[in-house]
């Protein structure tokens, strides 16, 4: 049993794999506080069978934690987990001036898109921020744009501008809206996707050639209702990233890179 670990800026995600299959997803807060005492507690709850676990991949964007998850680790669970960083065996080629710098998420998301679907191949997360990357036919990481997320552009449209009221991101009826709240979600419903839109339709130009889009992160399936561009969503990329680096750099546990769950299919 693999278990994948995915630290955000809001909730560490935690996979659990057996083989190929992802069997279960859970959550907890991102508390860069919290000592590995208090996480060794949490994941023993969260993970009855935690004596099965054989291995354990983390990708993290909150170094802080780093040190007690590595801790918890070694300490409650007996075994020495893999941390990703660019220096990892990722099966990609990361074209930029300082891979160091780059996102762990964004690693990670790219070298899961490059394998399950080939290249040339563009990445959307759209989660707390909103990211897009692009691998290459020949698997280079080429870079890519990070823009505030959808969540962060409204908290900072409400708290800016006090006559205007929080609203729930949904799809709108209609572009034009005929009130304040209904004129706000389509603000930022279509002008979310408009961007995304406009962003791949530039990513491809300036490639000469088509890619296919991959979307991941919380925000993807509402956007993905009118977006022009999209061709699969893949709720999970990030750990099946982690379960595919974990092979490649810590080979040993039965876990095949073989027959994948997703397929390549045309773009839109």
Not at 11 to 28: A, D, P, S
Not at 234 to 249: A, F, S, V, Y
Request: aromatic share 8%; glycine share 12%; net charge negative.
């Amino acid at each position: 049993m693999l278990l994948a670990v995915d630290v955000g800026n809001t909730n560490i995600v935690l996979g659990i794999f057996r083989g190929q299959n992802l069997e279960r997803i859970l959550r907890t807060a991102t508390e860069p506080l919290r000592t590995a005492s208090e996480y060794g507690v949490i994941f023993r709850e969260l993970i009855p069978d935690w004596r099965e676990v054989k291995g354990i991949a983390v990708s993290s964007v909150v170094p802080p934690v780093n040190p007690a998850l590595r801790k918890v680790c070694r300490d409650y669970l007996g075994l020495d987990p893999f941390f990703v960083d660019c220096n990892s065996d990722l099966g990609i080629d990361l074209k930029v001036d300082f891979p160091g710098q780059i996102g762990v998420d964004r690693v990670v998301n790219a070298a899961a898109a490059y394998h399950l679907y080939g290249g040339p191949v563009i990445i959307l997360d759209l989660g707390t921020a909103t990211t897009c990357c692009v691998v290459s036919t020949a698997g280079d990481f080429l870079g890519g744009v990070i823009l505030p997320g959808i969540g962060i552009s409204m908290e900072a449209l409400f708290k800016s501008a006090s006559r205007l009221p929080r609203v729930e991101l949904a799809r709108p009826p209609g572009i034009i809206g005929t009130n304040t709240v209904a004129s706000l979600q389509s603000g930022i419903y279509y002008g979310y996707v408009g961007m995304v839109d406009g962003l791949v339709r530039r990513f491809r130009q300036e490639l000469g050639e088509d890619a296919f889009v991959v979307a991941t992160g919380g925000f993807s399936p509402i956007l993905a209702q009118d977006s022009e561009c999209i061709g699969e969503i893949n709720p999970h990329l990030t750990l099946q990233g982690l379960r595919i680096l974990h092979e490649r750099n810590r080979p040993g546990l039965g876990i095949s890179l073989g027959d994948e769950p997703w397929n390549k299919t045309a773009s839109k």
